[in-house]
């Protein structure tokens, strides 16, 4: 079956590095995937995985993979107070074929702390 | 700067009214895809489209809802009758798929916020 699962909040303090983590269930999803929600916004990609990596580095961003545990992170270096916001894992489970859609998982909200 | 566009962005109805919610995806783009976002149930796929056609609506309640693509212009998603479990905030997606491969980068609308009372 096709579900992401996320812890919901997590709080850091300004200048701390905050680490979001995330578990799926489909072993095809060829991509991983992390989009941020700031308030009365849709979401916006944040960056994605190949499945074939086991870590991927963007500035401040650097996503963990864990293929055999299904294990997804994203760490933010330095987090501001503008990171605050709920941040959402997805995957692409494609073993019917390519179709383009994302399963999300619930969203952690980070709450930044000045 | 090319973006999804919603509307209406806020909508307050009465429980048995019809709703109707309408997406302009990016040009170009070949897929399109309808979630609802509730607290207690976060990010469901409601439908999607591909290069205008159906592919799935397997998430979405038939008796009340139906979506279209009339043309690569437009998305419509239909509430009729609304209630009030239908309060959610309504976002439509769009991307473009490359074949098999390739990461499917979509591209969210602002949402449109439901409130049936």
């Known amino acids: 079956g096709e579900d992401v699962e996320q812890s919901l909040f997590l709080s850091v303090r300004e200048g701390d590095s905050s680490v979001i983590n995330c578990t799926y269930t489909d072993s095809s999803s060829t991509y991983l995937y992390w989009y941020k929600q700031e308030p009365g916004a849709g979401l916006q990609l944040l960056t994605y995985i190949f499945s074939n990596m086991d870590m991927k580095q963007d500035q401040r961003l650097t996503v963990l993979l864990n293929k055999k545990d299904k294990h997804l992170s994203l760490r933010i270096a330095d987090t501001q107070t503008g990171d605050s916001a709920i941040y959402f894992c997805a995957e692409s489970p494609d073993g019917s074929g390519n179709t383009g859609k994302l399963i999300f998982g619930q969203g952690t909200t980070l709450q930044v702390k000045p | 700067d090319a973006r999804v566009t919603q509307t209406p962005r806020h909508k307050v109805t009465e429980m048995g009214q019809e709703v109707t919610m309408r997406c302009q995806p990016i040009?170009?783009?070949?897929?399109v895809f309808w979630y609802r976002q509730t607290m207690m149930q976060g990010l469901e796929l409601l439908a999607y489209f591909r290069n205008r056609a159906p592919l799935d609506d397997s998430g979405m309640p038939k008796d009340r809802f139906s979506a279209e693509m009339p043309d690569a212009t437009l998305a419509t998603l239909k509430i009729q009758p609304s209630e009030p479990r239908d309060s959610a905030v309504y976002f439509c997606?769009?991307?473009?798929?490359?074949?098999?491969?390739?990461?499917?980068?979509?591209?969210f609308g602002a949402g449109s916020r439901l409130t049936v009372l």
């Open positions: 997606a769009s991307g473009l798929l490359r074949g098999t491969a390739g990461a499917n980068v979509l591209t």
């Open positions: 040009l170009g783009h070949n897929t």
